[in-house]
């Protein structure tokens, strides 16, 4: 986390910043700076330290040979920390744009910058408030959405539980927050009042660098594994990168409380460390990504592409990727509305399993999140139900979590089993089963279910711009008929590449188009090679 530069590091370092002396007490940077530079103490100290409304709390004191900063030195988010020089230093500034160019053509004094800024967010993460306060209820749902939010992109906050945390309401009172108005996240001095994801992502500045009159290379939709797959390569490559994300990096996968088959992790990686790590490669070739910028529609009759945003203007792209994934579907019950967020959950991670401790709970669907779901929660709930409509999970789930739900005294496997009611007072409180070979139901006190069944895909923004199949999956390639291409229009003397879709230069990618595998390493797969595709077609 604090690694020693070697006097060769330094020199090499030289060329790309500019050097100064700073006078004791100088503060170098602040919480809520933007776009400041990293520094490397060539003599004296830096002190690094957040601050509170209590007082300042130490964190770490660089010496010589040793560097500020952490993963907004790549990201460009503003600051979370203070940086005060003690007694007269010297040091070596290198300013963010210098900083991303070192890390793309050293490889050594790279891989060095990128561990350490890794793992000191993970750090801030786990011992640090972080510049927001999340103040809420366990058993809202939109404070589950905010929770989430903010720990899928990895930002230090502290919770306040207005049910059980003294002192919250001093808080309230402070701001004038009635508590009808919870959620609030309360950051830089202002109190945001249950606000949208998108209106967060803006106060908190994930989105500083986005440029929205650029005409890019390539616009991707959906920073899920194929989404980042590709900016990755896209910008590795010396394309024009924007990446459009509704909520957080990761997608589906990102929900995933561990992957245990993807190659080069033995041991596994959650999808969230996954989806972090993506996330910052592609920034660190260039890539610009737009957290909580939902598409919401894509003109094809014009050159260049508009992709029509929920947040800002339409961005322009010579190319697209369609990377906008798929979700879970939802159960076919009434009351399914209601309990989401304050009893039924789409995905199976950290914060969700906070809420479920010691209790029952139950899980539908047979394929591999679920799987991934259960071995999870069975290490914190006091039992797991997992409820499949088939026989089994052989035809839909990977072998090695099978074995795992076998061997645990803690997961019981329903089979031929769904819902037929759920029911509570504003939160989840039971859940009736049906066994469809045998007829019987079973009603128990269950408050906590996870739907993780089939897949729809997210097209609806496309406004069937391209062909998809009957199951509104986008169909590409060799798999659009000629008669399909005719309807469309396809303007070309060649057929659609590989990933190409019914519009040419538009392509899709992952789980959101038709045929794909659904797994994370095909995900990665499709993205990385779609931009080889896409070089072929702006060369055209």
Not at 133 to 139: A, D
Not at 192 to 221: C, I, Q
Not at 385 to 394: C, E, N
Not at 457 to 481: I, R, S
Request: net charge negative.
């Amino acid at each position: 986390m604090f690694p020693q530069l070697s006097p060769d590091h330094i020199e090499r370092l030289k060329q790309f910043g500019k050097c100064r002396t700073a006078a004791d007490g100088e503060i170098i940077f602040d919480e809520g700076d933007v776009d400041f530079p990293m520094h490397v103490v060539l003599s004296g100290e830096i002190e690094i330290v957040s601050p509170t409304p209590e007082g300042e709390t130490p964190i770490v004191v660089h010496h010589a040979g040793e560097f500020t900063g952490e993963v907004n030195m790549i990201t460009g988010r503003r600051s979370l920390v203070r940086g005060r020089v003690r007694g007269q230093s010297e040091i070596l500034e290198i300013d963010r744009e210098a900083l991303k160019r070192l890390v793309r053509t050293d490889s050594e004094l790279g891989e060095i910058f990128l561990r350490a800024f890794l793992m000191r967010r993970v750090a801030l993460i786990a011992n640090y408030p972080g510049d927001a306060v999340l103040i809420g209820s366990n058993h809202s749902a939109d404070t589950l959405r905010l929770k989430e939010f903010l720990t899928r992109n990895g930002h230090p906050h502290t919770y306040l539980d207005v049910d059980r945390d003294p002192g919250v309401q001093a808080i309230l009172d402070q701001f004038h927050i009635e508590r009808h108005e919870i959620p609030v996240v309360v950051c830089r001095r202002a109190a945001l009042r249950n606000p949208s994801n998108a209106m967060l992502a803006n106060a908190l500045g994930f989105n500083l660098g986005v440029d929205d009159e650029k005409v890019h290379d390539v616009v991707v939709v959906g920073a899920g594994p194929a989404g980042l797959a590709a900016a990755v390569y896209a910008a590795s490559e010396g394309l024009n990168v924007l990446v459009l994300e509704g909520n957080a990096p990761g997608g589906q996968a990102g929900s995933s409380s561990r992957i245990e088959n993807y190659l080069g992790f033995p041991t596994g990686i959650s999808g969230q460390d996954l989806a972090g790590r993506a996330f910052v490669q592609a920034q660190k070739f260039g890539a610009t990504v737009a957290i909580a910028r939902s598409a919401t529609g894509l003109n094809c009759d014009r050159s260049p592409f508009r992709v029509n945003c929920s947040e800002g203007p339409p961005v322009m792209g010579r190319s697209v990727i369609i990377a906008s994934g798929a979700q879970y579907r939802k159960l076919t019950l009434e009351e399914v509305t209601k309990f989401e967020g304050a009893g039924i959950y789409y995905g199976a991670t950290n914060v969700e399993s906070q809420l479920c401790t010691g209790e029952e709970v139950a899980i539908v669907g047979g394929g591999n999140s679920a799987g991934q779901a259960a071995v999870f929660l069975s290490g914190c709930a006091s039992h797991v139900h997992v409820l499949v409509r088939g026989k089994g999970l052989s035809d839909t789930m990977s072998q090695y979590l099978i074995v795992r739900i076998e061997e645990s005294p803690k997961i019981t496997l329903r089979p031929f089993t769904e819902i037929s009611a759920l029911s509570g007072n504003g939160s989840l409180e039971s859940i009736t089963w049906r066994n469809n070979k045998t007829g019987e139901t079973e009603t128990r006190p269950i408050k906590h279910l996870f739907s993780m069944t089939g897949a729809s895909p997210n097209t609806a923004w496309l406004n069937a711009c391209v062909t998809m199949d009957e199951k509104q999956f986008v169909k590409t390639g060799a798999d659009l008929t000629p008669e399909e291409l005719t309807a469309a229009k396809w303007p070309l003397k060649r057929r659609p590449y590989l990933f190409e879709t019914s519009i040419p230069r538009v392509f899709a990618v992952g789980d959101v188009r038709s045929g794909s595998v659904k797994r994370v390493a095909s995900g990665v797969g499709e993205g990385s090679v779609s931009v080889q595709l896409v070089h072929k077609v702006l060369a055209e």
